[in-house]
Antibody
């Protein structure tokens, strides 16, 4: 079955960086784009970026353009999202999600379980 | 960015009620709009895509309508499993955006 499994919770200090992984299985990794979305505690969903796992091309929400580094390992079907210069308002649950294709093109059809990132001194 | 505004923010309803949630876009998104349901502690689940198409496996009591800038999600007869938060999402622009969410709670 299709699964996206993310790495575990992180606690980081302000100014540090955090790297979250998302391992896809149950489908051909390079055939589906990957989104990252975050959700601050008790808040709504904030779209961050979409990445093409085939060639690594990425489109970002403007506020994240300068602070995110993405990497991928096609052999394991894993995407890595690194957020730098962390601030307290980066405390959130970070989700990876698969982009739909065909009729559901543009949607996020399968989601990871989320990774809680806490920024605190 | 295209802004999405949902109303109401919170909705109190009883089992069997007909429930309607509205999502308004700051500019036309044609019918490139999706709806998601989120339960506490869980990831969102896709319900509706292209404004009115129901995702496979989603109960038929869920329906979507609208185009351009105004959209609705309707639950024809609210069931216990339907309580949670609902989000709309536009994919007209490459920069996706979500509505702020509508919490459906027990009356």
């Amino acid at each position: 079955q299709i699964q996206l499994v993310q790495s575990g919770a992180e606690v980081q200090q302000p100014g540090a960086s955090v790297k979250v992984s998302c391992k896809a299985s149950g489908y051909t990794f390079t055939d589906y784009y990957i989104h990252w979305v975050r959700q601050a505690p008790g808040q709504g969903l904030e779209w961050m970026l979409i990445m093409n796992p085939k060639d690594g091309t990425t489109s970002y929400a403007p506020k994240f353009q300068d602070r995110i580094t993405l990497a991928k390992d096609t052999s394991t079907g894993t995407v890595y999202m690194e957020l730098t210069s962390l601030r307290s308002d980066d405390t959130a649950l970070y989700y990876c999600a698969r982009a739909g294709v065909g009729p559901t093109l543009g949607t996020l059809d399968y989601w990871g379980q989320g990774t809680l990132v806490t920024v605190s001194s | 960015d295209i802004q999405l505004t949902q109303s109401p923010s919170t909705l109190s309803a009883s089992i069997g009620d007909r429930v309607t949630i509205t999502c308004r876009a700051s500019q036309s998104v044609s019918d490139w709009l999706a709806w998601y349901q989120q339960k506490p502690g869980k990831a969102p689940k896709l319900l509706i895509y292209k404004a009115s198409s129901v995702e496979v496996g989603v109960p038929s009591r869920f329906s979507g309508s609208g185009s351009g800038t105004e959209f609705t999600l309707t639950i024809s007869s609210l069931q216990p499993d339907d309580f949670g938060t609902y989000f709309c999402q536009q994919y007209s622009s490459y920069t996706r955006t979500f509505g702020q969410g509508t919490k459906v709670e027990v009356k």
